[in-house]
């Protein structure tokens, strides 16, 4: 089934739950909450079919090389994987630690103004275009570490802590009285009962740091500015190095991929890659946050 029929199915099916909502509020309910769902499986289906050429072709030299050229023919995402897992692992702590911080700083130092001026702050981070990160990136960061790995990581680190810190602000407020009352009543410091209410909520702290990997592993505009855009770069720890990204190189190479018969085929298993590892950490991430 082609992208243009999914495409219609879902516009047909949008029509009808719509016509029972206003008709049979019930069943309109049923078929309108079934829509997310079936909008992400047409999603998915359609990426597989149009990544099943490169699949074919390349087998699993597809995910073990890192080879990335139009003449030859010849595409492998691995440097665009290692560059996805190397840019989250550097600056997922960096965004855990500043979130954290934050969290206690807010509730547990700041005065009531101050508190509440911050997280207005920090929750209007959240909304600005991550194009101005990314010319930010470019006008300023850049002049100091040329365009790689690292620039990306530290880029990506700022993008995600205002989603940490929202969630783990949050968490640390709910901390019930009482318990901060025992743990300052047997002579804890701040920094002992910060501790404390941390692994009280450590169910809000795994959530947030998961809501930030999937935000950070699903950016494509800032990254792209800094990481360098080399697809070639293969799997190296020289964080100065030029490489991108899964999501970097769906953006960089898209333009060109109709010039060849297996480059969009190949993006579209990248993007297949990045649609289930979107899914599968927001998910963890939802768990985590409304575990008991």
Known sequence: MTAEALILLFFLYAASALFLFFTRLRAGLRLLAL????VVAAMVAVFLAGALPALSREGLSLFTSSLWSSNDE????????????????VALPLAAAMAVSFAVFVNDIAPAGLRRGL?????????????VYGLWGVAFLTKFIP????????LLAAIITPYA??????????????IAEAIYS????????????LRYIRNYVLGGVFLALGRAVG???????????????????????SGVTISSLIALQMPYADATAYMKPALM????????????INAAAVYLLFKK
């Open 186 to 197: 047997l002579g804890a410091t701040k920094f002992e009962a910060a501790l404390v209410k």
């Open 147 to 154: 365009p790689s790995l690292l620039a990306a990581s530290l």
């Open 74 to 89: 010849r595409y492998g995402l691995l440097g665009a994987l290692w560059g996805t897992f190397i840019t989250t692992a």
């Open 219 to 241: 950016e494509t505009v800032a990254v792209s500015m800094v990481v360098g855009g080399n697809p070639s770069s293969g799997v190296t720890l020289n964080l100065l190095s």
């Open 165 to 178: 810190a929202a969630v783990i602000r949050e968490g640390y407020a709910s901390v019930p009285r009482e």
């Open 119 to 131: 997280s207005a702050f920090m929750d209007l981070t959240a909304a600005v275009p991550t194009v």
């Open 269 to 280: 298993a990248a993007a297949l890659l990045l649609a289930v590892a979107g899914l599968a």
């Open 35 to 38: 829509a997310v769902p079936a």
